[in-house]
């Protein structure tokens, strides 16, 4: 016996180092339920459009739209639009921000303001899990520049020699008697206070530069340990062992027909499952919105190749300068549980059906004839305090929900309390006057239901007929 179990043992630990040495020699390959990627950008002009949207990809190259393709995040500071989207996460996975331009182009902004008269300010975002939102706040970054006239196309990067942020954009500024746009730089802990700004990135002569992105390599890959593309005329590539020391020139992408009067934005991405990268490109003079270029050494210019026709689709939304995140498995299930593809819907009055629920100021009340329309168009999310309930969230304003304070209804950011989650949940229930129609129970007061009262919207218990009516809609596209 002892003798068998011997051979059987040699047998075992051959076909182990046998597995093994398949296992180092083989192609790393993604395994089909690893996670994928976000894509964080905004989609066009106007004050829809210059907002913060998502997409997500399995593979880096076919993207989907989340939230139906609608807006995730709203900015309501500043010039009320945003644009150039950078999404930060921490070392240690426990924080995220997004800091974008402060910038409405088509919102009674024209290109000329934004560049010599624009904001100075960043517009943030910061977040625990990705999913829940704080309000939007302005970060004043090129107030203390001499003559700085805006702030653009913010990006920042964790720097380990100093422990701290990197954060650059540009700014269209003079400075030894020429007026254009460099990088600048500051550091900060919390995107709240940066230091003094410096000169980052400043090209010879009259040339200007605008959109920098830096990616990390990892060790063995290339020439460099970060790699930076910057649109300065050419999608220019340079190299650096530290973020803050000296640069190298790397080349460009001319080689394969691109330069700067084409394309902007350049966005790194790392492919999970293989060392190869995709730094995509906008189109902005063709209005096609990104494509991928690849390559297996980002420090080497000769390397970057042009997508196959069919090899990527970016899905329904031309998608604009931004930045992507690989996920972690939690990391994905949490945004795509938070911004499934669900259908925006209004609520029409039983009563006076040519009204719908509306927001107004933040203020919720039924109108006929809604301007503008998305005013009364909500998703009907799973409730925020559990399964079998729902929350109303607001298409554009997203992250606000029809909330009750009392018996007044008004639309509020979600605070992320548990007061706000019970205030703003409600149990869907057979119409009280149709049964082919609903109403809506409050969560925290089950004698109580939403209904108008002059066309304001409240929360009251329902006795009569008229409120029975008055409380009853239908959930119509």
Known sequence: MSAFLARLAAI????????????????????AADPGYLMTHFVGE???GQQIY?????????????????????????????????LVRSPGGDKYWIIA???????????????????RNLVVWESTDLVNWSAPRLLNVAGAIPDGRNAWAPEAIWNPATNDYVLYWATNATLNGVLKHRIYYARTTDFRSITTPQVYIDRPGTQGLIDTQIVEMPAGIGSHRYVRASGDGQITLEGSNSILGTWTNLGNLSGIGLTGSQVEGPMWMKFR?????????????????????TTT???????????????YDMGGTKKRHGSILNLTAAEESRVLGRWPNTPANRLQSFNYQDRYVRHANLDVRI???????????????????????????????????????????QLVHNDGTSTFAQDATFRRVAGLADSAWSSFQSYNHPDRYIRHYGFQL????????????????????
């Open 12 to 31: 075992w630990i051959a076909a182990c180092l046998l597995f093994t040495g398949q296992a180092l020699t083989a192609p790393q390959q993604a395994d």
């Open 46 to 48: 106007g004050a829809t």
């Open 54 to 86: 998502f997409s997500h990809s399995t593979d880096g190259l076919h993207w989907n739209d989340l939230n139906g393709g609608g807006m995730a995040l709203r900015s309501t500071v500043g010039t009320k639009g945003v644009r150039d989207p950078a």
């Open 101 to 119: 331009t402060d910038l409405c182009i088509g919102c009674g902004q024209s290109w000329d303001d934004s560049i010599n008269r624009g904001s």
């Open 273 to 293: 499952d293989r060392n190869e990268w995709a730094l995509y490109l906008d189109q902005y003079a063709s209005s096609r919105g990104y494509m991928p270029v």
């Open 297 to 311: 050494n980002p420090s080497a210019s000769g390397t970057y190749r042009l997508p196959a026709s069919g090899s």
């Open 367 to 409: 109108d006929p004839n809604v301007s503008p329309a998305d005013d009364a168009k909500f998703r009907l999310r799973p409730g925020l305090t559990g399964s079998g309930t729902v929350s109303f969230e607001s298409v554009n304003f997203p992250g606000y929900f029809l909330r009750h304070n009392g018996s007044d209804f």
């Open 458 to 477: 409240r929360l009251d218990p329902i006795t009569t007929a008229t409120a029975r009516s008055d409380a009853t809609f239908r959930v119509t596209s």
